[in-house]
């Protein structure tokens, strides 16, 4: 009982200064790829950037990012015990790692 | 460091829950301009988002119906500690709320054209509304979010999380935000500012709030001058999911089963339990949350739990096609979990739900610092020792609307404020990375095992004495200078603001549980069980010199609305 997930994932302020790094996250059947991420964060590498709200419920919606190339979210994607690619969203403008802009303009910091 | 930015409204909201949103529409209504802000995005994080169900109202729709029947009820359940003023605020503005969000295109469920009502324990008949299937959250966000792009007059930022209230001659005018997308310090000046930033969820391991709901409008009020009650009482929600896992779904979605279909709680042995604690349910849900957690954990410790550490939940007793009717597509999404609940019981377990206690506010939501206003969950008071099922959503429109309606009449008589004074939380943000910072997500979980462990809904003496001590360890651990660095979307850096109102908030909640010497509603005391009539009062939380203190004050006089 000691699979592994492994998650290659984008790191980086933009989307040219970058790379991918890998992680081995330990597998339990039934997690999903954002408590993947969220065991990086706590047991690897706090620094890793990603958003969410509600955790697991996909309520917020906020947790949206390309995995093994398809734009889905990280909460109802289940993590499996091999290599998953996880990315950015490519349409969308990168803040860091796996963080984009998706709030619609009007709902963003705007100063005069 | 570059120059904060700065921004001037007339209103300042905090939160873009459904009390901020309701906040924000009620100002701007009234002619103010509101700038909303959220840490996350707005309308997106909270806890509004989360709701499942019920949305608890005296609207009558169905069958005869008064607020104060609402209000009997509310009392009732919060065990003698009700802010009396705030409680019957809840139930008599209720229905105007929900009418409003009605004519807004919410979609309460409906039959025969007239608003559903369900059952939920507590309440003495069928009283609360909701938008199936398991949508009341996403729902009254999506509706109230769609209003404020509507309302001239509101300008919203998400990604702003706010450090500290900011202050000029003993008045709040305004905040200090920490701008996450960029990683840039943010000055606010307001002629009045509505904090509706929830509860404190985050606190706990198993929680059903958002990641955002770590108590931080309870933390930057207590640091303003504002007094907390009622700290001592988490509300803990009996039947969170436990197993099998599941993704994609909230934790409390079994709470709409067992209103629609009854449900059987079952020990390890198969058997029903709740009769032992006094609740006899008989395939109906009539237990409330305080009776049902203490029920569920006792269970456990009598080594009569379910292999996840829980009981299980049954609906066994329902047909395929009674389940489909009563939740459709929901049944799908349970099956590509692997679960039908023809077939087997799923394990369920307390999990940390919603704060009665929070800042100290009037009817009016003022609280004891000019200038600086409440609503929703930040509220403490209106639900005493335990909260009545259904009445958080109701209790975020009706007080998100009277804040923005007093914040309006604020802002009439307000001359434009003085500059407030920011200077220390923007040297706080002046903060160098620190090489040799612990791991803050590490320290977050640690904080949430020692609140989960030791300060949960069972509680003595030697187990808060043992998370005090954790808790100032940690303390130590944080420092007084942030880690991360002023960049974009810096994880480090939000933790340690983060966890800086943590520490502060788990710190209040522990010493008030460990000077309440007595068992009541959501707080119980192992050591020391029964209600005394000599606790019927609310402890006061203050901050002075960087010191807690807690004093005590009669709980308002209880005369029964409905005789």
């Not at chain 2, 209103?11 to 100002?27: D, H, R």
């Not at chain 2, 409003?100 to 007239?114: F, I, L, N, P, S």
């Not at chain 2, 019927?536 to 203190?549: A, D, F, H």
Request: aromatic fraction near 6%.
């Amino acid at each position: 009982m000691s699979e592994i997930a492994t998650l290659k994932i984008w790191r980086g302020p933009n989307k040219t200064a970058g790379r991918f790094e890998s992680y081995e996250v330990p597998y339990e059947p039934g997690q999903s790829v954002l408590d993947g991420l969220r065991w990086i964060r706590v047991y690897k590498d706090p620094t890793l950037a990603f958003r969410y709200s509600c955790i697991n419920a996909n309520a917020c919606k906020e947790c949206m990012m390309e995995i093994d190339g398809e734009t889905i979210y990280a909460c109802t994607t289940r993590l499996e015990p091999r290599a998953m690619t996880v990315e950015p969203l490519g349409k969308k403008k990168l803040v860091r790692d796996l963080v984009t802009e998706i709030a619609p303009p009007q709902e963003r910091l705007r100063l005069k | 460091m570059a120059e904060p930015l700065r921004a001037e409204t007339d209103v300042l909201v905090i939160g873009s829950g459904a009390a901020g949103m309701y906040a924000a529409i009620e100002a701007a209504r009234a002619g103010c301009q509101v700038m909303l802000i959220d840490r996350s995005l707005i309308g997106r994080g909270g806890a509004t988002v989360m709701a499942q169900m019920t949305v608890a109202v005296a609207l009558g729709s169905q069958a005869p119906d008064h607020w104060s029947h609402h209000y009997h009820d509310t009392l009732t359940a919060g065990r003698g500690l009700c802010n009396e003023t705030l409680a019957r605020l809840l139930c008599e503005e209720g229905p105007a709320c929900i009418e409003e969000m009605d004519t807004w295109g919410v979609g309460w469920a409906r039959k025969d054209g007239r608003i559903t009502t369900a059952f939920a324990p507590g309440h003495d008949r069928a009283r609360c509304v909701y938008v199936d299937f398991l949508n009341t959250g996403p729902a009254v966000s999506k509706t109230l979010r769609g209003v404020v792009n509507k309302t001239t007059g509101i300008s919203r930022s998400g990604d702003l999380c706010v450090v500290d209230l900011a202050k000029s001659d003993g008045v709040v005018t305004g905040a200090v935000a920490w701008h996450v997308g960029s990683g840039a310090p943010v000055v606010i000046s307001a002629k009045a500012t509505i904090v509706a930033t929830g509860g404190l969820t985050r606190l706990y391991r198993r929680n059903s709030g958002s990641a955002n709901m770590g108590g931080d409008g309870y933390a930057i009020c207590l640091r303003a001058g504002a007094p907390l009650i009622d700290m001592e009482f988490v509300q803990f929600f009996p039947i969170g999911h436990l197993a099998p896992r599941l993704i994609g779904m909230d934790p409390i979605m079994w709470d709409p089963f067992r209103y629609k279909l009854g449900g059987r709680l079952l020990n390890s042995r198969m058997e029903e339990f709740t009769q032992s604690y006094g609740v006899p349910e008989d395939g109906k849900y009539v237990i409330t949350r305080d009776v049902g957690t203490y029920a569920i954990l006792k269970e456990v410790e009598a080594g009569r739990g379910s292999p996840h550490g829980g009981v299980y939940l049954s609906f066994q007793h329902c047909s395929e096609a009674a389940l489909r009717e009563a939740f459709g597509p929901v049944i799908d999404r349970l099956a590509k979990n692997h679960i039908d609940l023809t077939k087997m019981p799923i394990e369920v377990a307390p999990i940390a739900h919603y704060h009665m206690g929070g800042v100290a506010a009037n009817a009016r939501m003022e609280t004891e610092v000019p200038g600086l206003l409440v609503a929703g969950e930040a509220v403490g008071g209106a639900n005493g020792a335990n909260r009545l099922s259904g009445n958080a959503i109701t209790e975020a429109l009706v007080f998100g609307r009277q804040a923005g309606r007093t914040a309006a009449a604020c802002v009439k008589v307000t001359r434009a404020p003085s500059p407030p004074d920011a200077r220390e939380t923007l040297d706080l943000l002046r903060g160098e990375e620190r090489k040799d910072a612990p791991n803050t997500a590490e320290m977050l979980q640690a904080l949430q095992a020692i609140m989960a462990d030791d300060v949960g809904p069972l509680r003595t003496q030697a187990k808060l004495e043992r998370a005090l001590s954790h808790i100032d360890e940690l303390d130590v651990a944080l420092g007084a200078r942030p880690f991360g660095v002023a960049q974009p979307f810096d994880l480090t850096r939000l933790d340690w603001l983060d966890l800086r109102n943590m520490v502060t908030v788990a710190r209040v909640v522990t010493q008030a549980a460990l000077l309440r010497t007595e068992s009541r509603g959501a707080h119980q005391r192992e050591d020391l069980p029964g209600m005394l009539p000599e606790w019927r009062v609310n402890q006061v939380v203050r901050l002075k010199n960087g010191r807690i203190e807690i004093s005590r004050m009669p709980a308002a006089p209880i005369e029964m609305a409905a005789q």
